[in-house]
């Protein structure tokens, strides 16, 4: 009987400018207009710089155009004047002062995928209701 190893299947047309084993960080200044490489990759999101929520995606750059993360400034004063250091950002997730996103590429077929499970089973974030210890009323 002959057993061959099968080589993992890796993404096509991949370049390597947009590989990297590294996180990468990214504000709302990067999402205004979205400047992900479109690419597979894992992305964690913070909010008021506290974990939030843990996803994973085969275009990046298609699910956070999907998402459409804008800035809100809040109305303040009698004459309806604006405080910029009142702005809020506004997300899927809810609404936040202040909102960051960590990036990994990935190269190999379904790797972002695993890299996201591995991720919410160790860290439990809010935003992932996957192996939650806590009960959520609906």
Known sequence: MNLELQKPLYVNDFDSQSYS???????????????????????????????????????????????????????WGVGGGFNPLNTAVLTPWGQCQSLFIKVRYSKKYGDWAMQEL???????????????????VV
Request: charged content about 30%; aromatic content about 16%.
């Open 21 to 75: 084993h590294n996180w990468r960080w990214f504000t709302i200044r990067d999402l205004l207009p979205v400047r992900f490489f479109p690419r597979p990759a894992c992305y964690v999101v913070y909010l008021d710089e506290k974990l939030h929520y843990i996803g994973s995606t085969y275009n990046i750059k298609k699910r956070f155009q999907g998402y459409k993360i804008k800035p809100v400034k809040k109305r």
């Open 118 to 136: 591995r991720l919410i089973r160790k860290l439990q974030p809010p935003g992932n209701c996957l192996f939650s210890t806590k009960r959520r």
